[in-house]
Every structure is written in C-alpha cells, then in structure tokens.
C-alpha cells in the first residue's frame, strides 16, 4: 500500500490543479492551494527514489500531473492579466514557475528519447558488425562498467539486483560500438 503513495500524490495533482484555476482571483484560497500542489509535485518524486517505489506507470503519471499542474498555473497567469491587471511580478513569479516546469517536462521527454535512440544506435551498429542484437540491459551494464551513467528502467524494482549482465564474451564487441560512437 505504502509503494502507491508516490501515484496517489500525483494523482492529487489534478483536482488540486484544477482549483488554482477556480481560486484564481481569490488569494486566500489560491496561495495555500499553489503550495500544497507544488510540495505534491516534489513529493511523490522523492518518494519513488528514496523508498525505490517508483514504476513506469507512476513516472507517466506524474508527467501527465506536471504538464496538467503547468497548463493550469499558465492559465492563471493569462486569467489574472487579463481580467484583475495584477502587478506585474505576480504574473512573472507564477509565470517563471509554470515555465520552469514546463521546461523540466520537455528535458525529461528529450532525455527519455535521446537514451532511447542511443541504444538503438548502438544495437544497429553490433548487428551489422557482429551479427547479433545485444539486449538493452547489456548495453547498461556495459555503460556502468566503462563508468557511464546509464539510465535506470523505470520500471526496474532495485538497482542492486542486475537480472541479464552483459556475457563477458560480447563485452569487447560492445566496447567497440561505444568507441565507434564517441561514448568512451
């Protein structure tokens, strides 16, 4: 019960989303609302990697609950300027943190399709070369061992139980493909 905690203050997100926008012009009710919803978006993250709860389905979940949380606070931000021509610095504290998070999103989206292709890169290049299709956990592993970070599946329940280790024979070949691509 404990692992779904992370998913549960994710999925919280929304309602509590949803109220920044109906509490837009009200800052008694809209303040409080906006700092229970920011400590959820840290809180669920620190959660998943400090007690190893996270999954693939919580970290989608919580990139759905920070685009939303983003989309929101922006649509306050247009809300307030347009409607109560607040102060300026209002606009661009709410405005700054909406960017940021927006930015965060589309670093982590970029960084998931960046290792991603990279894998494949280097899949492609052992297949031409060696005629075989190395599993993606080898490359991890191989990237460990030549002092890379790789990155961790998602959906991996501990980093300190490898299930499919690179077999010592294919090491080299891999080695070589990391090489080839300016990796090490």
Same mark, same amino acid.
């Given at each position: 019960?404990?692992?779904?905690? /992370?998913?549960?203050?994710?999925?919280?997100?929304?309602?509590?989303?949803?109220?920044? *926008?109906?509490?837009?012009?009200? /800052?008694?009710?809209?303040?409080? *609302?906006?700092?229970? +919803?920011?400590?959820?978006?840290?809180?669920?993250? &620190?959660?998943? #990697?400090?007690?190893? &709860?996270?999954?693939?389905?919580?970290?989608?979940?919580?990139?759905?609950?920070?685009?939303?949380?983003?989309? =929101?606070?922006?649509?306050?931000?247009?809300?307030?300027?347009?409607?109560?021509?607040?102060?300026? %610095?209002?606009?661009? +504290?709410?405005?700054t943190?909406?960017?940021?998070?927006?930015i965060?999103?589309? +670093? +982590?989206? &970029?960084?998931?399709?960046?290792?991603? %292709?990279?894998?494949?890169?280097?899949?492609?290049?052992?297949?031409?070369?060696?005629?075989?299709? /190395?599993?993606?956990?080898?490359?991890?592993?191989?990237?460990?061992?030549?002092?890379?970070?790789?990155?961790?599946?998602?959906? #991996?329940?501990?980093?300190?139980?490898?299930?499919?280790? =690179?077999?010592?024979?294919?090491?080299?070949?891999?080695?070589?493909?990391?090489?080839?691509?300016?990796?090490?």
């Amino acid at each position: 019960m404990l692992r779904r905690i /992370p998913n549960i203050l994710s999925v919280s997100r929304f309602p509590l989303s949803v109220l920044l *926008v109906l509490f837009a012009n009200q /800052p008694a009710r809209f303040i409080p *609302v906006y700092i229970v +919803t920011g400590i959820t978006d840290v809180l669920d993250g &620190w959660l998943a #990697r400090k007690f190893n &709860w996270g999954t693939e389905f919580g970290a989608k979940l919580d990139g759905f609950a920070d685009a939303f949380f983003a989309t =929101c606070s922006l649509s306050v931000i247009v809300v307030l300027w347009l409607h109560l021509q607040i102060e300026w %610095y209002v606009i661009a +504290t709410l405005g700054t943190i909406g960017l940021l998070k927006l930015i965060n999103l589309l +670093t +982590t989206v &970029w960084r998931l399709v960046f290792h991603a %292709y990279r894998s494949k890169q280097g899949q492609a290049y052992i297949k031409e070369n060696f005629g075989y299709i /190395p599993k993606i956990c080898w490359i991890a592993h191989m990237k460990e061992i030549c002092g890379l970070n790789p990155q961790v599946a998602a959906n #991996r329940r501990s980093n300190a139980v490898k299930m499919y280790l =690179c077999p010592p024979e294919k090491q080299e070949d891999l080695q070589q493909a990391f090489v080839h691509f300016n990796w090490i």
